[in-house]
């Protein structure tokens, strides 16, 4: 199959990009589910309508799997090959050294760039080892289930205005997220909040309207700390925009939600990037051919308008992580009217 350059694209190109490919309805789905993007929104969504079409069911073991090989050629070959150098035959082309694991790793969940990855979830049917598609970058599914598979597959990610990302991921940290009231009752999660995720201890103010100015001082406070732990260019820049997610193993991947989206040359990996401000249900309906289709809201975040939790220099920092971001989704920082 023709290599076909990649393009960030808005969700109004949806019929170019058909008639480009000549793909009509994806047979084949793959997501890259950035944080705090409305990621597992729209999984909760892919779930409902398209399960049977999501490529990562080949490798999670699910019942649709053996269904899926069927539909796609170039995953069926994929699927084969993986069984082939379980019982000894010919190795797959893209099968993993044993050193090299995919997942979360390192005490408590984190490792240095380059180091093990660790936190592999066993092995799929072709001996490797599973990846955690949660959170799998573009470039990591894509080098798991080979360029061919994934070049077949309709494969899409949703992004999020940065300064609006950086807000909700905050709020959801310290309060659906480990480092809420789990960080309470256990002192190691609770350490790594503080020392590895720069956080303040969580409490009533994260969400009390009346204290607002409180929530707002604290966030200003953490970015500045990620500031001066993980500086941009650090090894774990990432820390100041997720975890690492086994995507630390590509020196690339950074705290930039662009970083998820390329391999080591720039080039983007995936068919569509749709912002998440844009995102429509008749847009989803469209893309996955389903009518009935209906958009989910999961781990929504409790907090005021973006803007108001900034000052010049926490603006400063967050475009030194998110330049990319800025630059090549054309976001700006708008202030709420009052």
Known sequence: MPDRARQPVTANSRNTIAANTGRQCPSVIGFVHINKAGGSSM???????CREKMIQNLADGDEHGQELSVRAPSIRKLKQAGERSRTGSSPSRRRRKSTDVVGHGGPGGLSGRGGSAGGGRGADAGGRKKLNFFHASAYRQQDYFGDAAWDEAFT???VRNPWARQVSMFTFLLTTGQCGERADTDPVVAK??????????????????TQRER??????GWLVRLNEKYPPGHPLEYM????????????????SQVSWLVDGKGKLLVDEVIKLEELSQKWLQGALCDDSLLMSQVNPSIHGHYSDYYDDNTQR????????????????????PK
């Open 215 to 220: 929530a707002v001082r604290e966030f200003r």
């Open 43 to 49: 999984l909760k969504s892919l779930r409902a309508c």
């Open 317 to 336: 920092i967050l475009v030194s992580y998110m330049q990319r971001d800025i630059e090549r989704f054309n976001y700006t920082f708008e202030r709420q």
């Open 156 to 158: 899409f990610a949703l």
């Open 192 to 209: 790594r909040c503080q020392n590895e995720r720069m956080l303040p201890k969580a409490g009533s103010w994260i969400t009390d309207e």
């Open 240 to 255: 100041v925009g997720s975890m690492a997610h086994g995507n630390d193993k590509d020196p690339w991947f950074n705290a």
